[in-house]
């Protein structure tokens, strides 16, 4: 398992790094200030840094008029206004130039495309256009026509210049970060009633144009990136940086590879799960077929059609998504085919919070359809081993002939971290169930004596004609069948095809202390937070807490009661108003099961961790 | 049963197992039977002929087929036939569907995969009318019918197939009565000729909730005189004595007859479905008099899937990535010792 945390506790996992760049004209400073100023009124604590060090002062020649402004915030103590950059504001070619050092890789850089013309790509040096030549592959770039967005904002503000409707435009990435970083405007537009007071057209267009921005960055669901750990004892290897969505993305894409089957993605947007169709709609070189549909219920049915026909099939959405998904979901558990469902969870109910993380949709994806409907459900928990849970994923609905959920949750899919890069030669083997008869009797509906799993005959494949459908159907033959006994049957094997799972998947092992007093219960995307309290406790000489983390929620693994034998109390740790308790309750009586639950939107915090944990061992 | 190319199939090749439940005097026999007979004709094997189908009466069709088939959902048959066509496509493969099942809950994805024109081919049982859920009026009903859920009168002015289809841009759309199976047969074979999205509607009388609504064009008595089956490059004409026949009277369709007027044969109209501009064929769905049945449109185009498979040798072609372990060591990685 991943280790993901940070060794010294003054970089709690909420700290960002912010820095605001362009020509000395832009602003960059009050930006800046204004920034930082509101963070802090927010409660952050903050670090600030106007002057930039050396390193990343402007060098000599063109490059020279280059202005920045660094904030480092963060909701507990922040010691240093960091060194490495989450999110990159650049207003020119040459303020990205002499900054893009200092961004982490996989991390987001929003530009002024209006600035990148040839005169100034020229002056900043660059031979070809940056954003045009793939030299920021390996950043999340969110260009922006800035200038003119501001133009067209202010068209109707009366008694100002060209010139003051340009420098307004600072303005506009403000408001774009404060829309991305949960900030409020307030701040930032009194002080233009106060500082501009007697000019009020510029306050208007002040007020304008920040405005505009913020609704800019609501309107693109921009997200920023939020998961910023560094491990502390990475195992010797070949590593790189990589976003959850992007490391599902490549899980599946080495499955396919390994089993040797083509991969065919049906999707629709949705945030934030679309960078994963963004990511494998760019390598059809691996012979993957993608298919943006017209609508979530087109992609999961033609994923389905192409699992019919013998491909490794998927589809991704969130939430919404997966409400509208759920007949064809039921129709791929009846019929019995392979297929991966991905949900990058998000705050609901309904819409929601889009660009927030949640794990409210665990009972979603085990109960969310009409009848007896079980599914495989696991959980990615970093965004790095969302490339094995992928591919996990994948291994599963082969080898079981089942439909598999797979959770991530927008908190690591858009939050990057180093991922060990692991080539399919490392992956287990995976199999499946393609079957041709070799002239003995056969049926669609027989089964794999250990699995349960059922034959996979495929079209193309002569003499193995057959049909399959939403009726239920009879236990040998397949054909459609209403006798009463047979439909109890079929729904109770159905169900142990699913529990059966449990002998192929790992055993539990919990971290920290064996037994004791206290076992911390997570699942999926809150692994980095909750091991880091953990982790800091026992750090402190806490030796009574265990941690365990679920990857695998249904079913769930086999040893899954005896551990929680092992502890006085338990509580479960979840961003939603208690899934994981309710199902841990619902299979296991009699155990003490308290909850820690989040609704914000927001990952857990250390503080707030800590101080539950040490609460419930008193 | 194993099937070879080189083996001549009959009809009887293609009845599966099961026993046909619809209701007696329905034309989905006629349908089913034209398919069986259809097919032997098409020169394609049997293990790669598949049949997806939605809900509804027509949706049981799959099951009625001795080759590969899936009763899918609601609806969605489209969508799910996309995925089987995408996934291999030497696959000749049939969508099942009729008019609640495509028109209204599965609207979109009927839109959708004819503006995309994947090399599917649609039968579209339309009988203007909910049978299987007993009787409530459809997207084809017509205004004033009288249905389980209409008991005064249906509010909802219809769909007419073609004209929605041809406005989704259909390449391919035809129109059958359903007792007419050797014409039917006929088609079937073309649909599965054509590359693209080819749509047949069947005129589909159900016998038990709307019986006879096709009477006036499709009974053997009236067929001749109402029904105009139109065929490329043949003039349009049609009447018991082959007198009457279409002409273009300023923008719109006119009933003529031949020796009248001084019309002759020379000044009807000859049928083109092969013309690119959808108007005329829009106009010919249009009619109810005379209802136009056969290929009324017929226009090459890439389907879909050639275009995709176009773009992605394209793409293998300049990539540098031959397997996964090229794109994972690409760009910025880094040694931990």
């Known amino acids: 398992m991943d280790v993901l945390e940070s060794k010294r506790p003054s970089q709690p996992l909420e700290a960002v790094v912010i820095r605001f760049v362009g020509d000395s004209g832009d602003g960059m400073q009050l930006t800046g200030t204004q920034f930082s100023d509101t963070s802090a009124m927010f409660g952050n604590d903050i670090a600030t840094f106007p002057n930039f060090p050396a390193e990343i002062r402007a060098p000599q020649g063109s490059l020279y008029g280059v202005s920045g402004y660094q904030v480092h915030i963060g909701s507990v103590q922040i010691s240093t206004p960091g060194d490495d950059v989450d999110l990159l504001v650049a207003m020119n070619p040459a303020g990205l130039k002499t900054n893009l050092h200092a961004v982490k890789p996989g991390h987001t850089i929003i530009v002024d495309t209006d600035a990148f013309t040839q005169k100034n790509l020229d002056k900043a040096q660059y031979e070809s256009n940056p954003l045009e030549d793939g030299s920021l592959a390996n950043y999340r770039v969110i260009e922006v026509e800035m200038t003119s967005l501001t133009k067209e904002a202010l068209k109707d503000v009366d008694g100002l210049d060209n010139k003051s409707i340009t420098r307004t435009k600072n303005m506009f990435a403000l408001?774009?970060?404060?829309?991305?970083y949960n900030r409020s405007m307030e701040h930032t537009i009194e002080f233009f009633n106060t500082k501009f007071k007697g000019r009020p057209e510029i306050v208007e267009a002040n007020t304008k144009v920040l405005k505009t921005g913020y609704y800019f960055a609501e309107t693109l669901e921009l997200i920023p990136n939020a998961y910023t750990v560094s491990p502390a004892k990475m195992e010797p290897g070949t590593y790189r940086i990589i976003m959850g969505n992007k490391a599902t993305a490549w899980g599946f894409l080495a499955a396919a590879e390994k089993s040797g089957m083509e991969l065919f993605l049906g999707s629709y947007p949705i945030t934030p799960a679309s960078d994963i169709l963004h990511e494998l709609v760019k390598h059809g070189h691996f012979g993957v077929k993608s298919l943006q549909a017209e609508d979530e219920i087109a992609g999961i049915s033609s994923a389905i059609g192409a699992a019919f026909a013998g491909d490794l099939a998927i589809t991704t959405t969130s939430g919404p998504g997966l409400a509208l998904k759920g007949e064809a979901l039921g129709?791929?558990?009846?019929?019995?085919?392979?297929?991966?469902?991905?949900?990058?969870?998000?705050?609901?109910?309904?819409?929601?919070?889009?660009?927030?993380?949640?794990?409210?949709?665990?009972?979603?994806?085990?109960?969310?359809?009409?009848?007896?409907?079980?599914?495989?459900?696991?959980?990615?928990?970093?965004?790095?081993?969302?490339?094995?849970?992928?591919?996990?994923?994948?291994?599963?609905t082969l080898e079981h002939m089942t439909p598999v959920v797979l959770l991530s949750d927008g908190y690591i899919a858009n939050g990057s971290a180093p991922w060990k890069i692991c080539?399919?030669?490392?992956?287990?083997?995976?199999?499946?169930?393609?079957?041709?008869?070799?002239?003995?009797?056969?049926?669609?509906?027989?089964?794999d004596p250990d699995s349960l799993a059922r034959r996979w005959p495929i079209p193309g494949t002569p003499g193995m004609e057959h049909r399959v459908g939403g009726l239920e159907k009879h236990q040998v033959t397949g054909n459609v069948s209403y006798v009463p006994e047979n439909h109890e049957y079929m729904t109770k094997i159905r169900a142990e095809k699913i529990k059966r799972v449990q002998n192929y998947i790992p055993e539990l092992e919990p971290e920290f202390a064996q037994n004791g007093d206290l076992l911390v219960v997570g699942w999926g995307g809150t692994y980095g937070s909750l091991h880091s309290a953990v982790n800091h406790l026992a750090e402190e000489g806490i030796d009574t807490i265990g941690y365990a983390h679920f990857n695998y929620l249904n079913p769930l693994p086999k040893n899954t009661e005896e551990l929680l034998k092992r502890y006085k109390k338990i509580v479960v740790c979840e961003l939603n108003n208690g899934q994981f308790a309710k199902i841990l309750r619902m299979h296991f009586d009699g155990y003490d099961i308290v909850q820690f639950n989040k609704i914000q939107g927001l990952p857990f915090g250390n503080t707030e961790l800590m101080e539950k944990f040490k609460q419930l061992l008193k | 049963m194993e099937a070879t190319a080189d083996k001549k199939y009959t009809f009887r090749d293609f009845e599966s197992d099961q026993e046909v439940r619809w209701c007696?005097?329905?034309?989905?026999?006629?349908?089913?039977?034209?398919?069986?007979?259809?097919?032997?004709?098409?020169?394609?094997?049997?293990?790669?002929?598949?049949?997806?189908?939605?809900?509804?009466?027509?949706?049981?069709?799959?099951?009625?087929?001795d080759t590969f088939g899936m009763h899918g959902i609601h609806g969605r048959a489209p969508a799910i036939a996309t995925g089987v066509k995408l996934a291999n496509n030497d696959l000749s493969v049939w969508v099942i569907t009729g008019d609640g099942d495509s028109m209204a809950i599965g609207g979109n994805h009927f839109i959708h995969v004819l503006r995309r024109n994947v090399d599917l081919n649609i039968v579209l049982f339309n009988n203007e009318i909910y049978g299987l859920t007993k009787g409530q009026f459809s997207p084809t009903s017509l205004v004033g019918q009288k249905t389980k859920s209409s008991p005064y009168g249906n509010t909802q002015p219809p769909f007419s197939p073609g004209e929605l289809a041809i406005?989704?841009?259909?390449?391919?759309?035809?129109?059958?009565?359903?007792?007419?199976?050797?014409?039917?047969?006929?088609?079937?074979?073309?649909?599965?000729?054509?590359?693209?999205?080819?749509?047949?509607?069947?005129?589909?009388?159900?016998?038990?909730?709307?019986?006879?609504?096709?009477?006036?064009?499709?009974?053997?008595?009236?067929?001749?005189?109402?029904?105009?089956?139109?065929?490329?490059?043949?003039?349009m004409i049609f009447g018991?004595?082959?007198?009457?026949?279409?002409?273009?009277?300023?923008?719109?369709?006119?009933?003529?007859?031949?020796g009248e007027n001084g019309i002759t044969e020379e000044d009807i109209l000859v049928h083109d479905a092969e013309e690119?501009?959808?108007?005329?064929?829009?106009?010919?769905?249009?009619?109810?008099?005379?209802?136009?049945?056969?290929?009324?449109?017929r226009v090459k185009d890439l389907t879909f899937e050639e275009r995709e498979n176009a773009q992605r040798e394209q793409v293998k072609k300049n990539s540098k990535f031959k397997k996964t372990s090229d794109l994972f060591y690409s760009g910025d990685v880094y040694q931990v010792i």
């Open chain 2, 276 to 297: 690119k501009d959808p108007t005329l064929h829009q106009m010919l769905v249009r009619m109810d008099y005379p209802m136009i049945t056969g290929i009324i449109r």
């Open chain 1, 423 to 447: 080539t399919v030669d490392e992956m287990p083997e995976i199999n499946n169930h393609r079957f041709k008869s070799n002239g003995e009797e056969w049926h669609a509906y027989d089964r």
């Open chain 1, 175 to 180: 408001g774009m970060v404060y829309w991305m």
């Open chain 1, 331 to 396: 129709l791929a558990m009846m019929i019995e085919l392979p297929l991966v469902v991905v949900n990058v969870q998000r705050g609901g109910p309904s819409t929601g919070l889009p660009t927030k993380t949640e794990q409210s949709d665990l009972l979603q994806a085990m109960y969310g359809r009409n009848g007896e409907s079980p599914v495989i459900v696991i959980a990615a928990s970093t965004p790095a081993n969302c490339f094995r849970y992928a591919y996990l994923a994948a291994k599963l």
């Open chain 2, 167 to 235: 406005g989704a841009q259909a390449r391919f759309f035809a129109r059958i009565g359903g007792n007419t199976p050797k014409e039917m047969t006929q088609i079937f074979i073309d649909c599965h000729n054509f590359k693209g999205t080819s749509l047949v509607e069947v005129l589909q009388n159900c016998p038990i909730f709307n019986n006879g609504a096709f009477d006036q064009y499709t009974d053997k008595k009236v067929r001749a005189d109402r029904q105009l089956f139109v065929e490329h490059g043949k003039p």
């Open chain 2, 24 to 65: 007696p005097g329905c034309d989905d026999y006629v349908i089913l039977r034209s398919m069986q007979k259809a097919l032997p004709e098409m020169g394609v094997k049997k293990e790669d002929v598949v049949f997806i189908s939605g809900i509804g009466c027509s949706s049981r069709f799959p099951y009625y087929m």
């Open chain 2, 240 to 258: 018991t004595n082959r007198d009457k026949g279409l002409i273009l009277n300023g923008l719109k369709l006119e009933v003529v007859t031949i």
